[in-house]
């Protein structure tokens, strides 16, 4: 981090007026896209146990891990390593991420029909290995807790964007949602030129949770006033909240969706060991409409982007992260 950057990210807690809380998030995203949270109601066990399953699905023999491999245009299941560049999704040319990772969805909602063949893979089932058990109701219940504080956190940019608190709840009722585990394995060789754990990218949809592992940095965001990369150091208890593109869109660029990656831990050094995250990805509903809000319109000002339909602008990010 450069002496001239002057980007923040800030630790806030929810235990207060949620109207204060909102407008701290609004003070903060118009700044950067990125804040941790704490006092954020998530049952430690429960994280836990969804955490350390992940840590022993990784663990197992890649053959176990195979047979629960994401299919052919699917988005949930096994991604073996360097199956993913998440720069790509910005146009960019560069090696593929070296991490690998599992991802679930909220699976199908009763009564509801999915709108298209990307709407489905979105909400259909995820294959489980038969190796663990217990992982199957160790994930859905991380990812029970995780919906439930998403749906919190948009009722407070409601409040902090001047909008009823319930203003986003009918858009987000049927979330194409995914919880993702990502191992970041021992350097033991030097990456390829550009090559990084995870490459240079914004998210896509409207807010990210993320647990990073205690004692292994790696996430650092970018300040485009210094033209440089900032340290989001790993804080006990606290998660780690950003938004993305669509939200950006949604406020008319009023909150920041900010580029981000994993570095490579230095070579020889401890940081080069193994590292582990879990983010929660909460999207819009598919065919939500996001268009500019009034609310964050100055008087004259006009809206920058078209109004897009959130499922389509999500499927058409994520397919060309996917080698």
């Given at each position: 981090m450069s002496a001239e950057s002057k980007i923040q990210v800030p630790t806030i807690s929810l235990d207060r007026d949620p109207v204060v809380v909102g407008r701290e998030f609004d003070e903060t995203l118009r700044e950067v896209g990125f804040f941790q949270i704490v006092d954020h109601g998530i049952d430690q066990s429960v994280a836990d146990r969804c955490w350390n399953s992940a840590r022993e699905f990784f663990d197992l023999p890649l053959e176990e891990k195979l047979s629960v491999r994401r299919p052919e245009s699917g988005l949930f299941g096994y991604f073996p390593m360097k199956t993913e560049s998440l720069a790509a999704s910005r146009g960019e040319v560069v090696p593929s991420d070296l991490k690998e990772s599992f991802n679930m969805g909220p699976g199908p909602y009763p009564g509801h029909s999915p709108i298209?063949?990307?709407?489905?893979?979105?909400?259909?089932?995820?294959?489980?290995?038969?190796?663990?058990?217990?992982?199957?109701?160790?994930?859905?219940?991380?990812?029970?807790?995780?919906?439930?504080?998403?749906?919190?956190?948009?009722?407070?940019?409601?409040?902090?964007?001047?909008?009823?608190?319930?203003?986003?709840?009918?858009?987000?009722?049927?979330?194409?949602?995914?919880?993702?585990?990502?191992?970041?394995?021992?350097?033991?060789?030097?990456?390829?030129?550009?090559?990084?754990?995870?490459?240079?990218?914004?998210?896509?949809?409207?807010?990210?949770?993320?647990?990073?592992?205690?004692?292994?940095?790696?996430?650092?965001?970018?300040?485009?006033k210094s033209d440089d990369w900032?340290?989001?150091?790993?804080?006990?208890?606290?998660?780690?909240?950003?938004?993305?593109?669509?939200?950006?869109?949604?406020?008319?660029?009023?909150?920041?969706?900010?580029?981000?990656?994993?570095?490579?831990p230095a070579a020889g050094k401890p940081g080069s060991s193994r590292r582990q995250s879990m983010p929660f990805f909460f999207n819009a509903n598919y065919s939500a409409v996001v268009e500019c809000l009034p609310s964050v319109l100055a008087a004259g000002e006009k809206p920058k982007y078209e109004p897009v339909l959130a499922g389509p602008h999500l499927s058409g990010k994520s397919g060309k992260a996917v080698m």
């Amino acid at each position: 981090m450069s002496a001239e950057s002057k980007i923040q990210v800030p630790t806030i807690s929810l235990d207060r007026d949620p109207v204060v809380v909102g407008r701290e998030f609004d003070e903060t995203l118009r700044e950067v896209g990125f804040f941790q949270i704490v006092d954020h109601g998530i049952d430690q066990s429960v994280a836990d146990r969804c955490w350390n399953s992940a840590r022993e699905f990784f663990d197992l023999p890649l053959e176990e891990k195979l047979s629960v491999r994401r299919p052919e245009s699917g988005l949930f299941g096994y991604f073996p390593m360097k199956t993913e560049s998440l720069a790509a999704s910005r146009g960019e040319v560069v090696p593929s991420d070296l991490k690998e990772s599992f991802n679930m969805g909220p699976g199908p909602y009763p009564g509801h029909s999915p709108i298209d063949e990307d709407e489905a893979a979105a909400l259909a089932e995820v294959r489980w290995p038969a190796a663990l058990p217990s992982m199957k109701a160790a994930w859905g219940g991380y990812f029970a807790e995780a919906a439930k504080l998403s749906r919190r956190l948009m009722s407070m940019f409601a409040l902090g964007l001047g909008l009823p608190d319930n203003y986003f709840d009918e858009k987000v009722n049927l979330s194409p949602s995914a919880l993702r585990a990502i191992n970041y394995p021992e350097q033991d060789s030097p990456p390829e030129k550009d090559q990084l754990r995870a490459g240079a990218h914004t998210d896509y949809g409207i807010l990210t949770i993320l647990r990073q592992e205690l004692g292994q940095a790696g996430l650092q965001v970018f300040d485009s006033k210094s033209d440089d990369w900032v340290d989001i150091a790993p804080v006990d208890g606290a998660l780690v909240i950003n938004i993305g593109d669509l939200m950006a869109r949604w406020t008319n660029d009023r909150w920041t969706s900010t580029l981000h990656r994993v570095a490579n831990p230095a070579a020889g050094k401890p940081g080069s060991s193994r590292r582990q995250s879990m983010p929660f990805f909460f999207n819009a509903n598919y065919s939500a409409v996001v268009e500019c809000l009034p609310s964050v319109l100055a008087a004259g000002e006009k809206p920058k982007y078209e109004p897009v339909l959130a499922g389509p602008h999500l499927s058409g990010k994520s397919g060309k992260a996917v080698m």
